[in-house]
């Protein structure tokens, strides 16, 4: 009956979660949403795989989320509404972080044996800021926490034939949304095999991994054929951004401010636990088992980023999210078992810890993590490409700021400033020169721009000297609201560069 209760409340929880997330970041929608359209977009209209049409670059990290696109610009295409594939990424997004915020509520009551820290721990899961932010993105972070909770629920099966599905689950799925849950495929292989060593010997059980491994082999061979290669170029693009040590400093500031107090109250319920005298043991099965691999992929993750250099951004860290507060979980279940607190102590704490919680992750939400409005920033993209759809040469190249939104809507050639998209050539002068460097190389015909309201050209354009010429000839108005300070007016500029 009290597991009932609680799964109600778990529920009620879950909706509340995405019902504050779609109010929060209504008009929020990152541009990788659109870079991912975007390639669906040439795909389905010119049967090219590319950003720019004929350049097969491969900046698709998440090739689960990349055939979703797919098929959601073959039915915009049909429907003649093109806004049909943001909104259905949005959707998806939505309906996979819900899928993985009720998977964990049921994986904290399988391993907890109270159903208070269970119900403890899965409220902090759903009023983590970051779940929040990303909720309605349109990206694959529901899908990647959804693979985590998943597969550390099936690991926390009974049955040995259950536990191997978990492996199955992330080769299947976890590979084709982000590669790096290639670690959380390890440990969790670890995990089956020293629990049942004979397991992943069984000749049915090869058949169902290499069922699995059907979709990444198909993706890999479809890559290859379509793009320069299986591996994505973001990969390189994006590696030694940032020295080891800070993106470690980094990885820890996500962390604190998602799961931060989370992670402190666990702690402290493991180290009553500990302390008390209980006959109660502080792990009992399949406990050891789950919260071993909860450990290492929680720990895994950022020491993945920083030992390549890549910047841990949230959308990253989240698939981390549920292995963190499964540990709390435990945490608080051992600390009940052990010193067996009064009933109404127990849930006035952790009643306690919940609502410290929350207004934690509003004041953070409001003051560190929710961004300004974007719909206004896309609108003036959307504007810029009518106009260079209408004016520029069909051969014109415009050097932007941005790919996703302005590959969307812009017909012409792009040249990425942040070198997703760059060609091998390209993105050396952009490593060697700057935007500067990278401008001088390609020479383009227009730039966009995003400058401060009545601010002066930016100095990437100034630094050519005598090179080139440039006018401004499209200025829309525009918003940027750094965390914490109020909104600013912007101007997403146009400017046309004459070379000499």
């Known amino acids: 009956m009290a597991d009932r209760r609680v799964s109600r409340w778990l529920l009620a929880g879950i909706a509340a979660a995405l019902v504050a997330a779609s109010a929060l970041y209504a008009d929020f929608v990152t541009d990788d949403a659109y870079i991912v359209a975007s390639f669906a977009r040439h795909y389905v209209g010119a049967g090219q795989l590319a950003f720019n049409l004929g350049e097969p670059i491969n900046a698709i990290s998440s090739p689960a989320w990349e055939v979703l696109a797919i098929a959601l610009q073959a039915l915009a295409s049909a429907l003649h509404w ?26 904290a009551l399988r391993v907890c044996r109270s159903s208070l820290a269970a119900g403890a721990a899965s409220g902090l899961l759903l009023i983590d800021p970051w779940v929040w932010r990303w909720t309605t993105s349109g990206m694959e972070a529901g899908l990647a926490l959804l693979c985590t909770s998943a597969s550390l629920y099936l690991l926390a099966a009974p049955e040995p034939r259950k536990r191997a599905r978990a492996l199955a689950l992330l080769l299947a799925v976890g590979l084709v949304t982000r590669p790096e849950l290639a670690l959380l495929l390890g440990l969790t292989a ?11 010997l069984e000749p049915r059980r090869w058949a169902l991994f290499a069922a699995a491994l059907v979709p990444l082999l198909a993706w890999a061979v479809f890559a290859s054929h379509e ?91 989240v698939a981390a999210a ?27 704490a952790l009643a306690g810890v919940l609502a410290v919680a929350l207004v934690a992750s509003l004041a953070a939400t409001f003051l560190r993590v929710r ?28 050097a932007v700021p941005e790919i996703g939104a302005l590959g969307y809507h812009c017909d012409r050639y792009l040249i990425d400033l942040g070198g997703l998209v760059l060609p091998p050539r390209d993105f050396a002068a952009l490593r060697a020169g700057g935007f500067t460097g990278l401008l001088d190389a390609t020479r383009p015909e227009y730039l966009i721009s995003l400058d401060p309201a009545d601010g002066p050209p930016p100095a990437m354009l100034t630094n050519l000297g005598e090179r080139a010429s ?27 560069l004459s070379w000499r």
């Open 190 to 200: 670890l995990a089956v095999w020293a629990a049942e060593p004979r397991l992943p």
């Open 227 to 317: 793009l320069e290669s299986a591996w994505p170029h973001t990969a390189a693009a994006k590696r030694g951004q940032l020295g080891h040590f800070a993106v470690l400093v980094w990885a820890g500031q996500v962390i604190a401010v998602g799961e931060g107090l989370g992670l402190a109250a666990g702690a402290l319920a493991w180290l009553a636990a500990v302390r008390a005298r209980g006959a109660a043991p502080l792990l009992v099965p399949p406990q050891g088992r789950v919260a071993a691999v909860a450990a290492s992929w929680a720990v895994g993750l950022p020491l993945f980023y920083a030992v390549l250099g890549y910047v841990p951004i949230s959308r990253y860290l």
């Open 82 to 107: 093109p806004d049909a594939v943001i909104l259905g990424l949005r959707a998806a997004s939505t309906l996979c972080m819900a899928a993985g915020l009720l998977v964990f509520c049921k994986l």
């Open 322 to 348: 549920p292995a963190w507060l499964l540990l709390a979980a435990l945490g608080f279940d051992a600390w009940l078992a052990r010193a067996q607190p009064a009933p109404g102590l127990a849930r006035r």
């Open 470 to 496: 440039f006018e401004r000839v499209v200025s829309e108005s525009s918003q940027l609201q750094t965390a914490g300070k109020q909104s600013s007016e912007i101007r997403v500029a146009l400017y046309k």
């Open 371 to 398: 961004p300004g409005s974007t719909d206004r920033t896309v609108r003036a993209y959307r504007a810029i490409c009518t106009w260079l759809n209408a004016n520029a040469a069909p051969d014109a190249r415009v």
